[in-house]
């Protein structure tokens, strides 16, 4: 593994020069489709992971020219510590500013993350206790009947809000974080401990409007990175509050995807669990990366056979990823590391692509192997 790792560094290093050249300076990645580089603004969901990733690739190499670009993009970045439009601001300045923060401990990205939080606060609805995932208008969404949208996904943005409340006196983020974690543990899973994609809100009453799918094969279906956005969610906020109740969530989600009869021997999802044609459907490598990452972190807070079964599939995992059906060659795949991630079927966009934040994860599960278990 020691040798893996390695080995996947001293690639990503050079690889990210070839993405880096192929991304204009006021923008962000976002992948490599029909052989040409595509990016997005700062407002993309996304556009935290490029400078996140190289933060891990510089934390490893220690190579200053990484950390170079990686404040570059950060510099475009800031702005968005003001925006309120949706619930991804975690994803967006946490992976990145959170990153920064830990590896420089420079204090103005600090109060960039607390910022955010501030931002990403005016989005909790406390009569409901969620936060609203998505504008009504985004997409159509009122045209559809919704009223008060919250996605899985959300779970991820709730780390942003214990650090902040961690690191500074305003237990308010926490506060929040927790009471959206309890309300999702409430309506969003089945008793299988799969998750719903989408819930509807009666912002009012906390009522659940409908249980839906957006990027999944149904509503019924259990899309397979949204399995990953919950399994690490709940590991996560274990660590901040070491409440037992999200920790046997977490353990539950796990199981689920672990005992999957629809999971591959070399432990690549299929894009949905319950995608119809298994074994002739796309994998999804952005899920894989979230699932590796997670499971080293939940061997952390488990003991015995359990632990050693979740580090024994993040490793088959990492193994996977790192083989020449998921890993690219030098140069090649726009200069992204990974292939073959999928984005939304059902909205046919991003299929069979790289995606920044299978990168991302990735390199998040090579550190923590290298922290935890070498
Ligand atoms: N958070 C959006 C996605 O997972 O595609």
Redesign the pocket.
């Given at each position: 593994m020691k040798k893996m790792i390695q080995d996947n560094f001293e690639f990503a290093a050079k690889q990210y020069q070839f993405l880096e050249k192929a991304t204009p300076q006021d923008s962000m990645p976002k992948t490599f489709d029909k052989n040409r580089n595509i990016s997005s603004d700062v407002y993309w969901?996304c556009s935290g992971f490029y400078p996140g990733t190289l933060l891990y690739i510089y934390e490893y190499t220690k190579k200053p020219s990484i950390l170079d670009d990686a404040k570059k993009r950060l510099a475009i970045l800031d702005t968005v510590k003001y925006y309120t439009k949706n619930h991804?601001l975690g994803?967006m300045m946490y992976c990145s500013f959170g990153n920064a923060y830990r590896l420089t401990k420079n204090e103005e990205y600090k109060k960039v993350i607390l910022e955010s939080s501030k931002s990403l606060a005016t989005r909790y609805r406390p009569d409901a206790k969620v936060i609203q995932s998505w504008e009504i208008t985004d997409g159509g969404l009122r045209q559809k009947g919704f009223v008060g949208p919250v996605?899985i996904?959300n779970l991820?943005n709730l780390e942003m809000l214990e650090w902040s409340s961690h690191n500074s006196t305003d237990k308010k983020f926490a506060n929040i974080a927790e009471s959206h974690a309890n309300t999702t543990i409430k309506n969003h899973f089945r008793p299988d401990y799969s998750s719903y994609h989408v819930l509807d809100y009666d912002l009012n009453t906390g009522e659940v409007r409908k249980k839906v799918t957006a990027?999944g094969y149904s509503d019924s279906s259990a899309w397979s990175?949204?399995q990953g956005?919950a399994l690490y969610g709940y590991t996560m906020m274990y660590r901040f509050t070491k409440n037992p109740a999200y920790l046997k969530q977490a353990q539950g989600v796990a199981k689920f995807i672990l005992n999957n009869p629809n999971l591959p021997t070399d432990k690549i999802p299929y894009w949905d669990f319950d995608a119809p044609n298994i074994p002739n459907e796309l994998r999804d490598v952005?899920a894989a990366s979230v699932y590796a990452s997670a499971l080293l972190e939940l061997g952390q807070y488990t003991s015995g056979k359990e632990k050693q079964n979740y580090i024994s599939v993040a490793k088959t995992i990492l193994k996977s990823l790192s083989s020449s059906k998921y890993r690219a060659d030098l140069g090649s795949n726009g200069g992204y590391l990974l292939k073959h991630s999928v984005?939304?079927i059902p909205h046919n966009n991003e299929i069979d692509v790289p995606l920044t934040?299978a990168d991302y994860y990735f390199v998040e599960a090579l550190l923590r192997y290298q922290k935890w278990y070498l």
């Amino acid at each position: 593994m020691k040798k893996m790792i390695q080995d996947n560094f001293e690639f990503a290093a050079k690889q990210y020069q070839f993405l880096e050249k192929a991304t204009p300076q006021d923008s962000m990645p976002k992948t490599f489709d029909k052989n040409r580089n595509i990016s997005s603004d700062v407002y993309w969901w996304c556009s935290g992971f490029y400078p996140g990733t190289l933060l891990y690739i510089y934390e490893y190499t220690k190579k200053p020219s990484i950390l170079d670009d990686a404040k570059k993009r950060l510099a475009i970045l800031d702005t968005v510590k003001y925006y309120t439009k949706n619930h991804d601001l975690g994803f967006m300045m946490y992976c990145s500013f959170g990153n920064a923060y830990r590896l420089t401990k420079n204090e103005e990205y600090k109060k960039v993350i607390l910022e955010s939080s501030k931002s990403l606060a005016t989005r909790y609805r406390p009569d409901a206790k969620v936060i609203q995932s998505w504008e009504i208008t985004d997409g159509g969404l009122r045209q559809k009947g919704f009223v008060g949208p919250v996605i899985i996904d959300n779970l991820m943005n709730l780390e942003m809000l214990e650090w902040s409340s961690h690191n500074s006196t305003d237990k308010k983020f926490a506060n929040i974080a927790e009471s959206h974690a309890n309300t999702t543990i409430k309506n969003h899973f089945r008793p299988d401990y799969s998750s719903y994609h989408v819930l509807d809100y009666d912002l009012n009453t906390g009522e659940v409007r409908k249980k839906v799918t957006a990027q999944g094969y149904s509503d019924s279906s259990a899309w397979s990175r949204g399995q990953g956005w919950a399994l690490y969610g709940y590991t996560m906020m274990y660590r901040f509050t070491k409440n037992p109740a999200y920790l046997k969530q977490a353990q539950g989600v796990a199981k689920f995807i672990l005992n999957n009869p629809n999971l591959p021997t070399d432990k690549i999802p299929y894009w949905d669990f319950d995608a119809p044609n298994i074994p002739n459907e796309l994998r999804d490598v952005s899920a894989a990366s979230v699932y590796a990452s997670a499971l080293l972190e939940l061997g952390q807070y488990t003991s015995g056979k359990e632990k050693q079964n979740y580090i024994s599939v993040a490793k088959t995992i990492l193994k996977s990823l790192s083989s020449s059906k998921y890993r690219a060659d030098l140069g090649s795949n726009g200069g992204y590391l990974l292939k073959h991630s999928v984005g939304s079927i059902p909205h046919n966009n991003e299929i069979d692509v790289p995606l920044t934040y299978a990168d991302y994860y990735f390199v998040e599960a090579l550190l923590r192997y290298q922290k935890w278990y070498l």
